[in-house]
């Protein structure tokens, strides 16, 4: 495990670049870093939002989009570390999220509304209503044709972007719903929950296939591995689990954070987890 400082507030979201080399974090303190994995040194620092930053993510082409708690969006050039453009989706906006393609991004916040904008030309191209509290996660599948999203009225819910409306919506959390992730094959889906469990449900039938207990907190972040063979989980107990999708099993713990976890997600290779925390830290883990 590799631990990397330099922000001065809590680490509220990481993502990988799509080479693996290079990890980018956003943090209350207002700053985005781009870090490189190998020798832990921060690339670029971009400035630009006054407000804590609550949401990051890097594209399949290279960009990274960066979302605060005034609800402004900023899109940056990631290999020059320039701002190449804003979105204002309106209330604060929580999680962004590109498309696989890279061509759209979806919002979500307290407003209780999904919009999705045109990356190129920054239209606003949807709007999607039908939560009924903050949404804390937004997810696309991987062909992106469908959304995921995670709430705080115990809820997921499963949006078809052609047709422009919900389609399923998931219900077994006890509490607030804070987090999801599409399986890589499209056909499952991992939610995780303040009620400190996450469900596994088949998105072809809409049932729970596997309830992960453990944890002994809320659970703030769950990731796939690319081959869809584990299941990762951060939570509010300063804990990563790994897990066994096909039996349900507990593989191992990764410990090092020394306050909650707020974001986690696999490497495209699947050897390595990076981490970010109340602690300030970025953390680096190798799970291969």
Wanted: glycine share 10%.
């Amino acid at each position: 495990m590799r631990t990397f400082k330099g922000h001065g507030n809590h680490v509220s979201d990481v993502a990988f670049s799509p080479d693996g080399r290079q990890v980018a974090s956003g943090c209350y303190d207002r700053l985005v870093k781009v870090w490189d994995v190998a020798t832990g040194t921060v690339v670029h620092t971009l400035q630009g939002h006054s407000k804590a930053i609550l949401s990051i993510d890097i594209s399949a082409d290279s960009r990274l989009a960066s979302a605060d708690y005034d609800g402004l969006v900023i899109l940056w050039d990631i290999a020059s570390g320039k701002s190449v453009s804003q979105l204002k989706p309106g209330g604060r906006a929580i999680n962004v999220v590109f498309s696989p393609d890279s061509q759209h991004l979806a919002c979500a916040g307290e407003n209780e509304t999904i919009t999705l904008w045109d990356v190129a030309t920054g239209k606003l191209l949807q709007t999607l209503q039908g939560h009924e509290d903050v949404i804390d996660d937004v997810a696309f599948s991987p062909d992106g044709k469908q959304l995921a999203t995670a709430s705080l009225d115990m809820t997921v819910k499963l949006w078809d972007l052609s047709a422009g409306k919900e389609v399923l919506t998931l219900k077994g959390h006890k509490w607030y719903v804070k987090c999801v992730a599409f399986s890589p094959d499209g056909t499952q889906l991992a939610s995780g929950s303040d009620d400190s469990t996450i469900i596994l449900w088949d998105l072809v039938t809409g049932t729970r296939l596997q309830t992960f207990q453990g944890h002994k907190w809320w659970v703030t972040g769950v990731a796939f591995s690319p081959d869809g063979r584990w299941l990762a989980s951060g939570s509010e107990d300063d804990v990563i689990k790994l897990w066994d999708i096909r039996s349900g099993q507990e593989l191992s713990e990764l410990k090092g954070h020394t306050a909650s976890i707020k974001s986690l997600a696999f490497s495209p290779d699947g050897r390595r987890i990076v981490s970010g925390g109340e602690d300030h830290t970025v953390r680096v883990w190798e799970v291969k």
